[in-house]
């Protein structure tokens, strides 16, 4: 399967990271992951390249990583439409003090937009 | 994410105890809740899963044990609503790190719609402002009519912030005037 995970340095985003990259290796899934925008995170596009960078080394896998700039919902889809992927893996949302799951921007986006299969992990 | 809070104080709200005839002519005590997990775990242990939000409260036991470990930390303000001695209903301030407090409530299913969840979210308020909490804010699903016009009839309004949820807010005091 062709998975495309996208990131943008949110703590959900970083917990996907790892779990889809050891997802995509079980199943050999062909994985790319995408650095999105996220203008709520304190972490660079650079900075959250290294981190992914690392995460595949330290399994020993290969995954291709892009960085995508603009509107990161919308970057996404188009992407996912245009390198024909079946499904496209995302952060399951982050936590409020009180435990309330709380789905961002991204995610809103890429689950009523996209033409693909969307998981969020949790 | 900044938050806009209404600039109107809201309220007038009355700290817990309080004493009333519900709508089905139940009588319900709202108290501030200072007792052991125990009485809890078996209320949300009855709750209806169909009338969880947003991933609470959890389902199993162990869960909603832990997550009430969280909430019945001294930094928090939890209310109750009894009836014949047992919770029925319960709401919470969380703080959130940053000088404002997450509210929740949960009413079981067979004690909605009779007038306990104002009572128990405006003494909740009541509260926390003598806690000495300025701000409070929550989310919601926006399908969720009821509570959102719960919400907005004791002084909540829309931040325009949320996405699948609505985000609301309320002020509890004039800027600094906390205690």
Known sequence: MKTLLGIGGSDDSLYALEVAIDRAKEAGDDLTIAIVENPETSLTQAEIRDRATEALSDVDFDAEVTTLSGHPGSQLVELAERGSFDRIVLGGGETSPLGKVQLGEISEFVILNAQTTVTLIR | ?179
């Open chain 2, 1 to 179: 994410m900044t938050r806009e809070y209404p600039d109107t104080v809201a309220g007038p709200y009355n700290p817990p105890p309080s004493e009333f005839e519900d709508r089905e002519g139940r009588d319900i005590k709202v108290r501030r809740y200072d007792e052991g997990i125990e009485p809890l775990v078996e209320m949300y242990q009855a709750f209806k899963p169909e009338d969880r939000a947003q991933g609470i409260p959890p389902t199993k036991e162990p869960q909603i044990r832990n997550w009430l470990e969280q909430l019945l930390d001294d930094d928090c303000v939890n209310v109750v609503a009894c009836h014949d001695g047992s919770p029925v209903g319960h709401a919470i301030l969380v703080p959130d790190g940053e000088d404002a407090s997450e509210l929740a409530i949960f009413v079981l299913r067979e004690y909605q719609g009779a007038g306990i969840g104002t009572e128990l979210i405006e003494h909740l308020l009541g509260a926390g402002r003598t806690e000495g909490i300025d701000r409070v804010w929550l989310t919601v699903e926006r399908w969720n009519t009821p509570a959102v016009a719960l919400y907005r009839k004791v002084g909540f309004v829309s931040t325009e912030n949320g996405n699948f949820e609505l985000e609301m807010a309320a002020r509890l005091t004039a800027d600094g005037e906390a205690s």
